[in-house]
Each structure stands twice: as C-alpha cells, then as structure tokens.
C-alpha cells in the first residue's frame, strides 16, 4: 500500500547550518507530494508540495525535489535559523493523505 | 477569515467516560478529516467526512469511536468508554473539495490546532 518513511530524530543544528530531511516513498500510482511542519502548540501548515516527477516546491528557503528515481522527496535547507524549530512531517497523497512520523528539528544559537 | 477551528483544546477524561471533540471547518470548506497523534508518532487517518456522509473511516477503530458531520454545526468525534491508549493529539482537517487528488491538482488541506485528550 501506499506509505511514507521518514527520517528519525530529532535533529539538533547549530544557526546557520546546512539541513536535510529525508523522505522516500512507496505508491502504486502517481501520487503528490508534501511537506507539513508543526511549531509548538500548533497544528501542521503546509510548507510545499510537488504533484509530478522533478517538480521542486520551495518556501521559506525550503526546497524539496520529486525524484520519481529514487522514490524521494528530500527536504533541505541552506542555512537554519532558530525560529525553523519544529516538527517536519513529510505526506503523500493519493486516495488519501498519509504522513511519516515527524522529524523533531531543534536549531541552537 | 477564521482558519479550522478546534475545541477544546484540551480535555481530561477518567477511563470509561466519553470524550467529545469538535471541529468547525474554514468557511467555504465542505470536507473533513480527522487524524490522530499519538505521542512520538506520526499523523495517522481516522475519518474523511462531508456534510451528513462518511466518505471513508477506514482508519477508525471499529469499538467506542464515531464521527460525524451534521448538515448544521461542527464536526464531531466521539469517542465512548475512553482508556489509556485513546491519550493522543486529535486533528481536524478540511478542505474545499474531495480528498481524491494525485498529479491532478494536489488538494491542500488545513489543519487545525489539535484536541489533546488526555485520558486519567
């Protein structure tokens, strides 16, 4: 069936550092792709999608490529600031909207 | 414009008491969907509701848990006779149309900000 893998945590990154959560999936048909993040005491916002093979979303210097290849939807970032602490759920769509599990990043001054 | 709205926020039962939690949709949003979050775990599907219809519960257990939409009013889970393992983050989703997407046009869901029930 349909599902999402998603990278354990949690993530601890100095400012400014490089990010990479990684994401694979497994789907019969053509899904899309998300990524969800949650801050404290929140619910999850949508941070970008992809619908098809080699699109990239991207949002807030987040960037994330549908790589039909390697059945992946990667999320990264350049350079972390404190305030992208949260919890990162990556999501699939196909009849319905399944997620990973969460990867809890903590960015330190 | 109000975005999912989610009450209460917070909700303490014993065991075997009933545990109701609402949701009111965005305005303009016909569909609903609830997940729940159990501690250190992902989101997982309960129920995809329209107004007056379940669409899908195949993620609801079978015993104690029921969801609906009436044609007035939020959405409302319940769960009956509630123990221990109910302690969770219930979340409320909706959207303006069917939750069948793909490469068609990913359909974007709104979340809310979670009911935690927490269940002595």
């Known amino acids: 069936g349909d599902s999402v893998t998603q990278m354990e945590g949690p993530v601890t990154l100095s400012e400014e550092a490089f990010l990479t959560i990684n994401c694979t999936y497994t789907?019969?048909?053509?899904?899309?792709l998300f990524w969800y993040v949650q801050y404290p005491g929140e619910g999850l916002q949508l941070l970008l999608k992809?619908?098809?093979?080699?699109d990239k979303g991207s949002n807030k210097g987040f960037e994330a490529t549908y790589r039909k290849e390697t059945t992946s939807f990667h999320l990264e970032k350049g350079s972390v600031q404190v305030s992208d602490s949260a919890v990162y759920f990556c999501?699939?769509?196909?009849?319905?909207?399944?997620f990973g599990t969460g990867t809890r990043l903590t960015v330190i001054p | 414009n109000a975005g999912v709205m989610q009450n209460p926020r917070h909700l303490v039962r014993r065991r075997g008491q009933e545990a109701r939690l609402r949701c009111s949709p965005m305005?303009?949003?016909?569909?609903v969907y609830w997940y729940r979050q159990l501690p250190e775990e992902g989101l997982k599907f309960m129920v995809y509701l329209q107004k007056e219809n379940i669409i899908d519960e195949s993620g609801m257990p079978k015993e104690r848990f029921s969801a609906e939409f009436p044609k007035e009013g939020p959405s409302i889970l319940r769960i009956q006779q509630v123990v221990r393992g109910d302690s969770a983050a219930y979340f409320c989703?909706?959207?303006?149309?069917?939750?069948?997407?793909?490469?068609?046009?990913?359909?974007?869901?709104?979340f809310g900000a979670g009911s935690r029930l927490t269940v002595l």
């Open positions: 989703a909706s959207s303006p149309k069917s939750g069948t997407g793909g490469a068609s046009g990913a359909n974007v869901l709104t």
């Open positions: 999501a699939l769509e196909a009849n319905n909207l399944f």
């Open positions: 992809a619908t098809k093979a080699d």
């Open positions: 789907a019969t048909g053509y899904p899309s």
């Open positions: 305005k303009g949003h016909s569909h």
